[in-house]
């Protein structure tokens, strides 16, 4: 009997992987020609139902398609991305060379395995947003659309939705991003996601709505996209704002394109706060509206006409209080070239190395941030550095006011952590869920030995929770 083939597809940048087991005499093609006919030309619905691909590596194909081919408005796939290589093994192969297949046992059955990695070091900003997106909701509109109606019904009761989904009004487009808003706002501000499940760095606007119908959640970057991503399918006009803690001056835009460019973010901190957050403004009907749908410690925002242009104006600069875990902030809302927020997204989905653990340390957030608690992860080696860590977080929280207690096991069973948990129970186990792949990230980054305990801080009433 003929062994199976199996073609196992990895990008470098974003780690993501799947593997295809080849059509008989599928293995005789050059790899140009087997990336055309399994990726760029696939019905992935037909691979699923073939046995070929394994349903839960269905959407990571898809993401695949659209890291190694440029799309059309349409959504239909093109050509290669510029600087688009591949390697096998230590050694590059080109599309005209056929990938070399080795035998391997899976299951006590023995397979040829052909193992081939994404090079997209050379690619630059190139993704078309509009067919991105188009791609993206067709693969699953029935369930985005579901998602929409549920919050209609939700926000508004059954008769009123029933009454605003036939309508295409000024007032329809604007209840409609309310109503996605705090759809969106009220889902947990959250990095564990990253760590559980499918262990995405990075989600963009999709899947972070799916992330929301499975109970999680996103950062700000996250869900603004999320936001954007439902509210494009209706043709609402909007642009992406930046934001950042006291930066009320104009933004410094040929430089953030500098550090895009780069990735050397060393000594710039002070134009970085310039993209420490990100919102929406709308433009319904000739006017503006204002949206900020992060939760965590950022109030529901919704401002519309004079009261968004005053956030957004130079000449009348107003700025929006934000309670950080430990001090209130004054964050200021900044128009900008739309290729900057764009990019930058792009880059956060893996071109920043580590970049979920840069969002849950060095961006400070934690793994998660709700109205009453935040908890964050505390990672040491040596006794000293625990000590120190536990030191730094009860005199910063004791300055504040604010309860703290430093747990050096990955538990909740501490005073802190039990309240927790038993308020936020879905939250709770999902950060207990995260530690083992947390650790491990943290070692490949920093190096092995580490260990893992839980800050958990009790934060004030006031803030986040109110509009």
Not at 70 to 83: I, K, Q, R, V, W
Request: proline share 4%; with cysteine.
């Amino acid at each position: 009997m003929a062994l199976n083939h199996i073609l196992q597809v990895a990008d470098m940048v974003t780690g993501r992987s799947f593997a295809v087991r080849l059509y008989p005499g599928a293995e005789a093609l050059p790899l140009g020609s087997l990336f055309d006919s399994y990726i760029r030309k696939s019905d992935i619905n037909r691979l699923v139902e073939d046995s070929r691909v394994a349903p839960e590596s269905a959407e990571t194909l898809l993401s695949i398609q659209d890291l190694v081919y440029m799309s059309s408005d349409d959504g239909h796939l093109g050509a290669m991305f510029n600087g688009v290589g591949f390697r096998q093994g230590e050694a590059p192969i080109g599309l005209e060379e056929q990938p070399v297949f080795r035998p391997l046992m899976v299951a006590d059955k023995e397979v040829l395995l052909a193992e081939v990695e994404i090079d997209r070091l050379g690619v630059g900003y190139d993704r078309n947003w509009t067919g991105f997106a188009r791609r993206r909701w067709e693969r699953r509109s029935g369930e985005y659309g579901a998602f929409v109606v549920e919050t209609l019904r939700s926000a508004y009761g059954d008769e009123r939705a029933a009454e605003i989904e036939q309508q295409n009004s000024p007032e329809w487009k604007v209840n409609l991003v309310r109503a996605l808003a705090r759809r969106i706002w009220e889902s947990p501000f959250e990095s564990y996601s990253r760590f559980i499940g499918s262990k995405i760095v990075y989600k963009s606007g999709d899947e972070t709505v799916r992330n929301i119908m499975d109970g999680g959640g996103g950062i700000c970057s996250e869900k603004v996209q999320a936001l954007k991503f439902l509210t494009d399918h209706f043709g609402i006009e909007s642009e992406y704002v930046l934001a950042g803690a006291n930066v009320p001056g104009p933004v410094p835009e040929d430089r953030l394109r500098e550090l895009l460019g780069t990735f050397d973010f060393r000594f710039a901190r002070r134009h970085m706060r310039y993209w420490q957050h990100t919102a929406l403004l709308y433009h319904i009907d000739g006017v503006p509206v204002l949206v900020d749908a992060t939760n965590g410690n950022v109030p529901f925002l919704f401002e519309e006409g004079d009261s968004a242009d005053r956030l957004l104006s130079y000449e009348s600069r107003t700025s929006v209080p934000v309670r950080m875990a430990v001090h209130e902030e004054d964050f200021y809302y900044h128009r900008v070239a739309q290729d900057i927020p764009e990019n930058l997204f792009f880059a956060l989905e893996g071109w920043i190395p580590h970049v979920d653990l840069v969002q849950v340390f060095d961006n400070e957030l934690g793994l998660c941030i709700t109205e009453d608690y935040m908890v964050t992860p505390l990672v040491y080696r040596a006794e000293k550095t625990l000590e120190r860590l536990r030191r730094e977080y009860t005199q910063v929280c004791d300055r504040a006011g604010l309860e703290c207690e430093v747990s050096p096991t990955w538990e909740l069973e501490t005073g802190l952590g039990s309240a927790f948990a038993e308020a936020h129970p879905e939250a709770a186990a999902k950060v207990m869920d995260a530690r083992e792949h947390l650790l491990a990230r943290y070692d490949d980054s920093q190096g092995p030995g580490h260990e893992a305990g839980l800050v958990v801080i009790q934060l004030r009433d006031s803030g986040a929770g109110t509009d």
